[in-house]
């Protein structure tokens, strides 16, 4: 199994910067890709920026040029600059892994509260 902790939600101000961190953990395993997903509330989850295994990166529209993906081995993080209202959600963390002997999985986090208030 492999276990992934977010922590660093919150309450904010429109223009504020935030820092999600993502923590994975487990044994033997080794992540292909990892990202951060959101869900405000009546609305489907949606992608907010991903990082590949090699270091590709991919953002939403609505944050591109906002929010920056990170990743240092089996920690991820999301960096959030002048944060917007809309911003407001539950964010996710995803990873895809491939554990040895067992195949390829995904797992989610609990999730980490971001509020962004006019």
């Known amino acids: 199994q492999v276990q992934l902790a977010e922590s660093g939600g919150g309450l904010m101000q429109a223009g504020d910067s935030l820092r999600l961190s993502c923590a994975a953990s487990g044994s033997r395993f080794t992540i292909d890709a990892m990202g951060w997903y959101r869900q405000a509330p009546g609305k489907e989850r949606e992608l907010v920026a991903a990082m590949t295994a090699g270091g590709g990166t991919n953002y939403a529209d609505s944050v591109k040029n906002r929010f920056t993906i990170s990743r240092d081995n089996a920690k991820m993080y999301l960096q959030m600059n002048a944060l917007k209202p809309e911003d407001t959600a539950v964010y996710y963390c995803?990873?895809?892994?491939?554990?040895?002997?067992?195949?390829?999985?995904?797992?989610w986090g609990q999730g980490t509260q971001v509020t962004v208030n006019s």
């Open positions: 995803n990873a895809r892994v491939m554990r040895p002997g067992y195949g390829n999985f995904e797992y």
